[in-house]
Every structure is written in C-alpha cells, then in structure tokens.
C-alpha cells in the first residue's frame, strides 16, 4: 500500500507528455522517403569536439578521486576570462560549474526554495524544461510574454532566454534594463539563461547578457546568467555548463549542491577550461553555423515558407501559415524532419522549429529537397 501511495504521488505524473516520443510517426514517414532521412530537430552537435579538448580530457582520464562542486581554482579563473571578454563582467563575478544547462534550469526553483502556492514565470515560446523545473519544485508555472505580465506577491523566478530557443529572437540593452529595475524592485530572482549568447547574426542586434555592466550598472543582485558549452565547442556530451551572478546567490546554490553531488566530472573540468581559453574553435565553429543558415534559409523562403525572427541562434523558426503538425508533415513528405513549434508552447502552434545543427552534406541535401 505505501508503494503504490508513493507511485501515485510521483512528480512523473505531473510532467507533460514528452514531447518528442510525439515525432516517431512523422521520423517513420520522413525516413521512407527515397533518399534518407534528414532530421533537422534536435539541436544537437554534429563537428568534432576541437583536439585541444580532446586532449584535455583524455590529460585528466586517470584522476580517479572525486571532484569538487566549485571546480579548481584554474576552472574558476577560465570561466570569468571568457565571461568578462564576451560580456563585460567584472573578472570577479561569481561563477559555478554545472552538469550541462539543462540540469540546472530543472533544477533551479527548487535550489532557490520555491516550493507550492509560488510561481516561476518563463517565456510562452520556450524551452520546455523552464515548465518543468517549476512543476517538480511544485510551484505554479507562468508562460507569459513578458515576465512583467506575471506579477505579483507569488512570483519567486523570472526566467528570460536570448537568443532565445526557439524563435532566434535578441533583447536591446534597454529592454534588459527594465526587467532587471524590474526583477530588483520587486524582489524576484531573474535568470537569463544565455546558451546561444554567441551565435548573434547579421541581421539582428548582437546578443546581451544580463551580466553586461550596460544592463546591471555594475550591481548583479538578484541576477543569474547560465552559460553552456553545448553549442559553442560541440560538448553536449561532455554536459559542461556553468552559472554566474549574483554571489549570495552563487553560494547558496555551492552549498546544496555541495550536499546533493552535482559535481562536474575531473576530466570535464579541464577540457572546460581547455574550451574557454580556446576562442579559435568557437569562431570556426559559429562560421561553419553561418554557412549553413545561408544555404537552408534561402531553401526554406524559396519553398514558401516565412521565417520569423532568427537574428540569432541554432534555429530557423519557420511558417506555412498553417498548423504546425501539417508543416511538420510537408515536410515529412520530404524526408526532412522538422520540430512542432507546439512543443514550445501553444503560441508556437502555427511554427516550426529547423536546426542548422546537421552536417553540410545534410544541409545541402534538404535545400535541394525544397527548391
């Protein structure tokens, strides 16, 4: 009786359908198609992880003692070099190393306190695991255009995203100027969650981190900004990620997770810090992103479809005009394989969501497809 009690009570039942278990039907009929599949869904690293890296892990492979939460101090030092050069913090920001990015946007309502009868407000078109923190620390989760439309005395997290996923779309240093007058005045912690922080395109402003002197006036209290390795130097399985802001914050956050064991393997510590004082990789890699987005975008406009936003980021988010499931199919029909804006929340619904994270080969195959 006590375990079906505790079964029942599962935060598993509480979670929304996975979203991709939704795509195997339309991966089938992509798959069918005379020439192969081209899956354009996940935003996953195709390029090779840099030698320089690989050597650094491979350096570190024989540590076999435990590491520490709060990284060596070489792995603190790296993170505030690569955060001051490409934000403008100050070098004595408070950082800490995380087990990838996602782990920690699960994870931070309950890390902070916020528990039932309190909110966690993110972006309506979003990435999914903002909802999902909020529901496994049992709070109310709030998708919302903007944070501000949100407020009140419930309200413990604003999560904001840009460039965001899925829309591709950047913040003014204006804009973030009011959500952190905002956040401060009443008294909420605003987590900017900043993956994509440098892959700003042509067309649209360059990317800004919460963290930039220009939005905080120097003061980062109540502020966080999560940075990840995923994207920038192809490490999304090496799950290297890091947080920085507010001190008070950053400690309190060492402390629990000291207890509950979120350590970041040796061996990934120093391809980490490897990564981070490596800028060459990273330039190499964001061209070969440009490229791609070159060839796909025009593709895509050329079969019709209209691509909103974009400026920045992994991703074209793309439009028939139609319900996203029938864009999804079109495509389908095509072998390429796209994702459900719907998966981003219902405002995505007429969307789809198209990653440049595909070999050129498959690049190159899916224009041709559509022209």
Known sequence: MALRRLHGASPARRLPRFPWDRMAPYKERAAAHPDGLVDLTVGAPVDPVPDSIQAALHEAAAMPGYPTVAGPPDLAAAMRSWLHRHTGVAEDVAVLPTVGSKELV????????????????????AYP???????????????????????????????????????????????????????????????SDECYLT??????????????????????????????????????????AFLAGDPAIVADLLEIRRHAGFMVPWAVQRATIAALHDEEHAIAQRERYGRRREVLRAAVESAGLR??????????????????????????????????????????????????????????????RLK
């Open 307 to 368: 691509i909103d936003h974009s400026t920045a980021g992994l991703y074209l988010w793309a439009t028939r005009d139609e319900d996203c499931w029938d864009t999804v199919a079109w495509l389908a029909d095509r072998g390429i394989l796209a994702a459900a804006g719907e998966f981003y929340g219902a405002k995505g619904n007429r969307h789809v969501r198209l990653s440049l994270t595909a070999t050129d080969e498959a690049i190159a195959d899916a224009a041709q």
């Open 106 to 125: 699960a994870n931070l309502p309950f890390q902070l306190g916020i528990g039932p009868g309190e909110t966690v407000a993110y972006p309506e078109i």
């Open 129 to 191: 695991t903002y909802e999902v923190g909020a529901i496994l620390a049992k709070a109310d989760p709030a998708p919302v255009a903007d944070p501000r439309d949100a407020a009140s005395s419930r309200l413990r997290l604003a999560w904001i995203n840009y460039p965001t996923n899925p829309t591709g779309e950047t913040a003014s240093v204006e804009h973030l100027r009011g959500l952190v007058r905002w956040a401060r005045d009443s008294g909420i912690v605003l987590a």
């Open 199 to 240: 892959l700003g395109w042509d067309d649209g402003d360059p990317p800004v981190s919460v963290l930039d002197p220009r939005v905080n006036d120097g003061d980062l209290t109540g502020l966080l900004a999560a940075h990840s390795l995923s994207k920038r130097s192809n490490l999304a399985g090496y799950r290297s």
